[in-house]
């Protein structure tokens, strides 16, 4: 598409010269001019200017250095910068034949190039004087997962670590990367960052701005918060400039909540696999992590309840247990089994879970790893039992069971000489927590899951 235009040179009315309506008197207007009088190396300067004055704009201050400070900043950013300039026009700009590099000076161009480099230099430039400063949100300074509620279709996986009781996911990947922060050491308290919990990033694609939500965030021991990004090969395949635009936002983002020193240290971090996703919350956790009384293992089937147990969450146990017909084929078909030093026996249903909460203590530690077998028949008075009720509201927990001694009383009908419960009291060890009272009337109602062994 070519476009003219009509030269002025005084007053002319179409209508009395007709002379107007000839092509070859009008101006025909393209980019070959700015072809011709301007160098690659001057826009590269000029986009290398525009990029060092927004990175130092937050030096402006009433400070008497301040100035000296902008100066010198721009001394020594200039050809750092500019370095980067030309490495990303060599390296990440794509022109279509016959396109002329210069190109890359129109407007359009130019502003995205920008943004883009502004957006990925900013966390490691903000220096001392100029440091880089979140922007609060006066109406609501905190998000909390007490706020939190969202109905779903999609599918859950139930979670312990977490003040919300599942997981929403939308692959297998985030199902196991929930599972692993669920399970891991190194993880004092998670959440998933859903709709119904909201902590987005803004971020500008192009020149709309939109919400990046990384998928969890999570305490680590020593306190330590992580933004973490799970992320496959297919959602980086899909488009690696929209994800590396993510990246540079969420890491911006922790560069200012770091700055104002009010909310703890944070930090940014891309999971591809649960490996990488283990080592990850190990190294930020440092030295504060306990040390697991068990090893993972993949064993062969011959080995299974030989050497080594599942390792399973109290909540995954419970649930499925209360389905006798499929619940133990289901938990013993799990994919994370581990090797226990134990003076106990291993046996067929047995299993490792860590159990939360001080009711128990000084028995069971708040946290403890633990060994139970499966709950068998007889008289369970005195024993230490995963148990579920309709009833129970454990908010060590947050669900339908608890880890408890067991006490019950029974009456015998005298027209069947059969006995049934009529009251079960659930005890805790720690004298400062109440025992739950259950009151039954079918049975059905209460299940002993499993039987607690000892702590590992």
């Given at each position: ?380 008075d005195g024993r230490v039992l995963l148990v579920q009720h309709h ?66």
């Amino acid at each position: 598409t070519a476009v003219y235009l009509d030269a002025v040179r005084g007053y002319k009315d179409q209508a009395d010269d007709p002379s107007l309506d000839r092509i070859d008197e009008y101006v025909r207007q393209d980019r070959k001019d700015y072809y011709d009088r301007v160098h690659l190396q001057a826009i590269q300067f000029k986009l290398t200017q525009v990029i060092v004055d927004r990175l130092v704009a937050g030096a402006d201050s009433e400070k008497p250095d301040a100035a000296a400070f902008k100066l010198k900043a721009k001394h020594q950013l200039f050809p750092q910068v500019l370095g980067i300039v030309q490495l990303f026009m060599r390296t990440k700009v794509t022109y279509e034949a016959g396109v002329d590099p210069k190109e890359i000076g129109l407007q359009k161009y130019a502003e995205r190039l920008v943004k883009q480099l502004v957006s990925g230099i900013v966390p490691k430039a903000a220096s001392k004087e100029a440091p880089l400063m979140p922007v609060i949100n006066r109406m609501r300074r905190f998000h909390s997962t007490a706020d939190a509620e969202e109905t779903t279709t999609r599918p859950v996986v139930a979670v312990e670590k977490s003040h919300l009781n599942g997981v929403i996911y939308r692959s297998d990947l985030e199902r196991d990367a929930a599972v692993v922060l669920d399970q891991s050491p190194f993880v004092e308290s998670f959440a998933a960052n859903s709709r119904g919990f909201g902590l987005t990033v803004v971020y500008e694609d192009g020149e709309a701005p939109r919400d990046y939500e990384p998928d969890f965030v999570v305490r680590v021991a020593g306190g330590k918060t992580l933004l973490i990004e799970i992320k496959g090969l297919k959602g980086e395949l899909h488009d690696q400039n929209l994800v590396n635009l993510k990246n540079q936002a969420a890491r911006k983002w922790i560069a200012a909540v770091n700055n104002a020193k009010r909310y703890g240290e944070w930090d940014f971090e891309i999971c591809r696999n649960m490996a990488e996703l283990e080592a990850v919350l190990e190294k930020h956790a440092g030295g504060a992590a306990k040390v697991l009384p068990f090893r993972r293992v993949r064993p062969s089937d011959a080995e299974r309840f030989k050497t080594c147990v599942p390792l399973v969450p109290l909540r995954v146990a419970a649930g499925q247990f209360a389905d006798s017909s499929a619940g133990a084929a289901t938990l013993f078909d799990a994919d994370d089994w581990v090797q226990i030093d134990s003076r106990h026996r291993i046996a067929p249903g047995m299993f490792v879970a860590q159990v939360r909460g001080k009711s128990m203590e000084p028995d069971i530690p708040d946290e403890a790893w633990c060994l139970f077998k499966p709950a068998t028949a007889g008289s369970r008075d005195g024993r230490v039992l995963l148990v579920q009720h309709h009833d129970i509201s454990d908010p060590a927990y947050s669900g339908s069971y608890t880890v408890k001694r067991y006490r019950s009383e029974k009456v015998t009908d005298p027209a069947t000489s059969e006995w049934r419960h009529t009251r079960i009291i659930l005890e805790p060890l720690n004298p400062t927590f109440p025992p739950i009272e259950l009151k039954i009337g079918s049975d059905d109602e209460f299940r002993a899951i499993a039987e607690f062994v000892a702590v590992l």
